[in-house]
């Protein structure tokens, strides 16, 4: 059977190796079990019940409560040739009826229906009358009330389950759970201890980051500058946060989207729809926004304020790289950002025990930017994953020994000139000053007069800034007023400037690599082949083939078609379908490079 699950993996997805947990799920579906799955996101758990579904007679019924991933999930399984389908309430009632008919004359492999359609006699009799391969359930958390999403019209499809016939193999899947939320789908669906695959949370593709003292607008620019065609998420706490990031970065044509719940449904559409399509690669966005979105080639996912607790950064942060390629995750860090996140806590209408509970999470959030552990390992901790688990050796900190920089000299430069200006200014001015500036507000305040006056002339006004910004986000200096931010001395300010305290400072260097053994031309020329099939059949264009497959095939630079086969994500029927194609732009391209060469 296993040897057939390993064919089915390369002729149809064109994959050589299974995901760890991947193989032991099929093994225990295809022998008749009812399994669970507990795996990270972009863990490939759609075919834990996908190659059990192709290796197994009859229809399987996979059950989503998130409605806009089904026709992403179904668009990819017909774009590898496979018979699929959903049902839901997007598409009107007569569709509806016409796939409940082609579902009956068992003409699909796969139907993805919400929890909801359960609740259907039609639709219950339907399912009773054919044979099922096998019943999974996607985002299983949902079904217990321990889960953080409960679901009530979940939960109640188990009653529903004794009246089928022949229950095929129940399969759960689920990329967050507690032991609880285990424990109550295992005794929900009669999952033995031993059909349990838990791979854990880890996601070593996650390069886990925070950055204090930063301006954040300057952060986001020359990081995004840096990667212009990568595609990220920029999460803001506020509407207004979103649309003002969205308009600095419009400004500096940056190709930006924008979503949140105060745009209309039509323009959260749009946004939506501009940035799968990756003609918008950059999205600034409330947490409104992400669930349901599938979209593998998320490269980064940068908050801009820190977010109420582990569990949402988590899973917000997680939707980077689930294409299973290096990608970023960036925790912008700022003192004050924490105030407005008690404030929402306060304003709540929760009990006071619970508003405890969530003024505990968001302490534990606040101590991840000051732990000086492995980022990933603190939250895993966290999450009680079961596993022994390393230091990831990407994070932040793990990089951080290397990175730390001796600025004591320039802090004490910083401070004095402070301390000379009377306490009366912003950083701004502070920076101008000691770079040495003639602007006419410095002149003005006769600040050129003062013996810091272009003491760090040899600096970038930019750097110094930073620096200051530093300072202030570790407490040797404070900005009082975040209306007129005028810079004060703080009490560790002394310490400093008598020289009984030293300052060192992350200078950020991003710690993914950037991809050098890639090709950038040939990919961006493969990326425009995959746009135009992508336009050309109305699919997201990681639907066409994925970011790793393009990597792969400016790696490999096949000759032929059994060359092309080769390559990670090519397999028969993409072949047949788009291979041709960009087999042609490479041999072209390495034809060209050639002649250059010569
Ligand atoms: P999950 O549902 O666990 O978040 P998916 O099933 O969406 O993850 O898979 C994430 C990505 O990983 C998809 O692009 C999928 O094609 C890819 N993938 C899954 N299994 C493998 C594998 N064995 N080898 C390589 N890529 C895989």
Redesign the pocket.
């Known amino acids: 059977m296993n040897n057939k699950a390993q064919l089915l993996?390369k002729q149809y997805?064109g994959?050589?190796?299974?995901?760890p947990g991947?193989e032991t799920m099929i093994h225990h579906v295809t022998s008749g079990h009812h399994a669970l799955g507990v795996?990270?996101?972009?863990?490939?758990?759609?075919?834990?019940y996908q190659i059990p579904g192709l290796l197994l007679e009859g229809t399987a019924i996979i059950i989503s409560p998130l409605i806009s991933l089904m026709k992403d999930q179904v668009d990819?399984l017909n774009n590898y040739g496979i018979a699929a389908t959903y049902i839901n309430s997007s598409i009107t009632y007569e569709e509806q009826r016409d796939r409940l008919e082609k579902m009956y004359e068992g003409r699909y492999q796969f139907v993805y229906v919400a929890p909801e359609r359960f609740e259907s006699p039609d639709f219950l009799r339907l399912a009773r009358s054919i044979q099922l391969s096998l019943i999974a359930f996607?985002e299983a958390h949902c079904i217990s009330q321990w889960g953080h999403d409960f679901r009530p019209s979940y939960r109640s499809i188990v009653a529903t389950l004794d009246q089928i016939p022949n229950l095929p193999p129940l399969l759960a899947?689920t990329?967050t759970a507690t032991k609880a939320v285990i424990q109550d789908i295992q005794r929900l669906l009669n999952i033995s201890d031993k059909h349990v695959v838990n791979t854990g949370f880890a996601r070593n593709n996650l390069h886990f980051q925070v950055v204090k003292g930063m301006n954040k607008h300057d952060f986001l620019l020359s990081y995004i500058r840096n990667r212009s065609h990568e595609s990220g998420i920029i999460y803001a706490a506020t509407r207004k946060d979103v649309d003002s990031i969205h308009a600095f970065l419009s400004k500096q044509k940056v190709k930006v989207a924008r979503y949140h719940a105060g745009m209309s449904e039509q323009e959260r559409k749009d946004a939506q729809q501009s940035f799968i399509q990756d003609e918008l690669p950059v999205m600034v966005a409330t947490n409104a926004f992400g669930m349901g979105i599938?979209k593998?080639n998320v490269r980064y996912v940068i908050h801009y304020a820190i977010p109420m607790n582990l569990e949402s950064y988590y899973q917000e942060a997680g939707r980077a790289g689930?294409?299973?390629l290096e990608s970023d995750c960036v925790l912008l860090f700022a003192g004050q950002d924490v105030h407005l996140q008690k404030f929402l806590i306060e304003q709540s209408l929760m009990n006071e025990e619970k508003k405890q509970q969530e003024y505990d999470k968001l302490q534990k959030m606040v101590n991840y930017v000051h732990t000086n552990r492995c980022l990933q390992r603190y939250m895993l901790d966290y999450f009680s994953d079961p596993h022994d688990i390393n230091d990831c050796g990407k994070c932040s900190n793990c990089k951080d020994e290397s990175e730390k920089e001796d600025v004591t000299r320039e802090a004490q430069m910083i401070l004095s000139c402070v301390k000379r200006m009377d306490e009366r200014f912003g950083s701004g001015m502070v920076a101008k000053v000691l770079k040495g500036s003639k602007v006419k507000k410095v002149l003005d305040f006769k600040l050129d007069k003062l013996s810091t006056y272009g003491l760090m002339s040899k600096h970038t006004e930019k750097d110094i800034l930073d620096l200051i910004h530093y300072l202030t986000a570790d407490g040797f200096l404070q900005q009082e007023d975040a209306k007129f931010p005028v810079l004060k001395l703080t009490p560790s300010s002394i310490g400093v400037l008598k020289g009984q305290e030293k300052v060192f400072v992350k200078r950020l260097k991003l710690s993914r690599p950037m991809e050098t053994n890639v090709d950038k031309d040939l990919f961006e020329e493969l990326r425009q082949v995959r746009k135009i099939f992508a336009e050309e059949k109305g699919l997201p264009p990681?639907i066409i083939f994925?970011d790793?497959t393009l990597k792969d095939m400016c790696l490999r630079l096949p000759k032929s078609s059994e060359e092309m086969l080769a390559v990670?994500?090519v397999g028969d029927r993409k072949l047949r379908e788009y291979g041709h194609e960009f087999l042609r732009v490479i041999i072209a391209h390495v034809e060209k490079k050639k002649s250059i060469e010569v």
Do not use: E, H, I, W
């Open positions: 993996l997805y994959y050589d190796t299974f995901r991947q795996m990270p996101t972009g863990g490939g758990k759609s075919l834990c990819a996607d899947l990329a599938d593998s689930r294409d299973g990681y994925p790793s990670n994500g």
